[in-house]
């Protein structure tokens, strides 16, 4: 059974501070590797994702994410965030049966 | 360019009663298509996916029940609501790895 567990429901920050959201992935099969974000009131958006290659892999607005097979995990990073920050973000999982499953979500809060 | 149409945005329906929404894509062919339930402190739970016509995989037994009669239409359906079937309902696409999502259904059974 493919499962996405994300280890922080909600991570405040203050302004400028580093960032890391933790999310681990169980599947039998090889998988793709997606960090989606949702601004407060708006859709998801795709952040980045992992397909294959470099294991270190740079998305939209500073963010990046690494790929560790031996954990079976995929966190998320950016240096310094930014009030705009503020979102929830999800963690997803696609194997090649095109299942794409999601993990429960972190909350982050940029304080100034 | 690729759209992706999900209506209706809020529905109302008394316990007991029948539901299906619709979802439509646009400029592509033979799109992956999802159906989730978002709710709060529990991410997006994937309910029904669908990789052709008729090719449906069910991933949370329920009340609910998902087809496909066209290639860019995906529907989700229940015989009887129950109160429990209130939420937010996302539907999306896939292309290329990348999803792409409706606008959502806020769906309160009373």
């Known amino acids: 059974a493919q499962s996405v567990t994300q280890l922080d429901s909600q991570v405040p920050v203050f302004e400028e501070a580093p960032v890391e959201l933790r999310c681990n992935y169980s599947?039998?099969?090889?998988?793709?590797l997606f960090w989606y974000v949702q601004y407060p009131n708006q859709g998801l958006q795709l952040l980045l994702k992992?397909?294959?290659?470099?294991?270190l892999v740079k998305g939209i607005n500073g963010f990046e994410a690494e790929f560790n097979k031996s954990q079976t995990s995929f966190h998320l990073r950016k240096p310094s965030v930014h009030i705009s920050d503020t979102a929830e973000y999800f963690c997803a999982v696609r194997s090649n049966d095109y299942k794409l499953s999601f993990g429960a979500g972190t909350t982050v809060t940029v304080r100034a | 360019s690729q759209t992706i149409h999900q209506w209706p945005a809020t529905l109302v329906q008394p316990v007991g009663s029948p539901l299906s929404l619709e979802c439509t894509v646009e400029g592509t062919s033979n799109p992956n298509l999802y159906w989730y339930r978002q709710a709060a402190g529990r991410g997006l739970q994937l309910l029904f996916y669908?990789?052709?016509?008729?090719?449906i995989s069910s991933e949370v037994p329920q009340n609910l029940s998902a087809s496909r009669p066209q290639d860019r239409q995906f529907i989700l359906s229940s015989k009887k609501l129950l109160l429990s079937d209130s939420g937010f309902y996302l539907c999306?696409?896939?292309?290329?790895?990348?999803?792409?999502f409706g606008q959502g259904t806020r769906l309160t059974v009373v």
């Open positions: 992992y397909l294959s290659g470099s294991t």
């Open positions: 669908s990789i052709g016509i008729d090719q």
């Open positions: 999306a696409w896939e292309e290329t790895t990348e999803a792409f």
């Open positions: 599947s039998s099969v090889s998988v793709y």
